[in-house]
């Protein structure tokens, strides 16, 4: 079975700039997550979508950060513009639905790694 | 709110034992522990649902007191390749999604 697809692995740009980050989740997977992780912390979750609707974005900088699922399937994360602050790994993580452990499971992506200067 | 895992960082002889904790100020629906190396993603080692449903890896399994709010990971005759950061993601309640907030993290290094 195929991971969670994420690009590009790697991406510099300058503050102010803008960039997108892709990802195409588990087939199958309803829920779809997108994390930041800042090195040396934990992953804090910035949108999780059900389908192709938000179901909590409260943690997204909304203002710079923007994030779509039309199809119900790939999703798109994009900053604009990106602040210094922006430098971190961005996972994209999916799971299924239903009961226990199998429907609980989140799988994440490799990550995006951002180095804004 | 993110939950709390202690220790920080722990070092480890290959073959000893090790527990790494974790504890929230919410009620849990679930737990989740993931091990993840530098420059990797997050692999998934186990979940711990409310009412004891559980799945194990490899010499590694948990603990879950649903009261107290805790889970443990036991490291057990530990391999090099148990080294890395261990994090925990806590479920508040499955209504809300199973969001999952994870901890600060805790740094193992298995030395020969």
């Known amino acids: 079975e195929a991971g969670v697809a994420q690009s590009p692995r790697y991406k510099i740009i300058e503050k102010r700039q803008s960039v997108a980050f892709w990802c195409n989740p588990i087939?199958?997977?309803?829920?779809l997550y997108w994390y930041q992780q800042i090195l040396g912390q934990g992953p804090k979750l910035l949108i999780q979508?059900?389908?192709?609707?938000?179901?909590?974005d409260s943690q997204l900088p909304k203002d710079r950060f923007s994030a779509e699922r039309l199809k119900g399937v790939d999703s798109t994360l994009k900053i604009q513009p990106a602040k210094l602050e922006d430098s971190a790994v961005y996972l994209c993580?999916?799971?299924?639905?239903?009961?226990?452990?199998?429907?609980?499971?989140?799988?994440f992506g490799e990550g995006s790694w951002l180095t804004v200067v | 709110q993110q939950p709390v895992q202690s220790p920080q960082a722990v070092i480890l002889r290959e073959g000893e034992d090790a527990v790494i904790n974790c504890s929230s100020s919410k009620a849990l629906y679930s737990v989740h522990w993931y091990r993840q190396k530098h420059g990797e993603a997050p692999i998934f080692l186990m979940i711990l649902l409310k009412g004891g449903e559980q799945k194990g890896h490899d010499k590694i399994s948990a603990s879950f007191n649903e009261k107290k709010q805790q889970s443990s990971l036991y490291l057990t005759a530990s391999q090099l390749s148990y080294s890395g950061t261990y994090f925990c993601g806590t479920g508040a309640l499955r209504a809300a999604g199973n969001k999952l907030t994870f901890g600060g993290g805790t740094r193992v290094l298995v030395k020969p």
């Open positions: 993580a999916s799971r299924t639905t239903g009961t226990g452990v199998s429907g609980n499971t989140i799988y």
């Open positions: 979508f059900q389908n192709n609707g938000v179901v909590d």
């Open positions: 087939s199958g997977h309803a829920t």
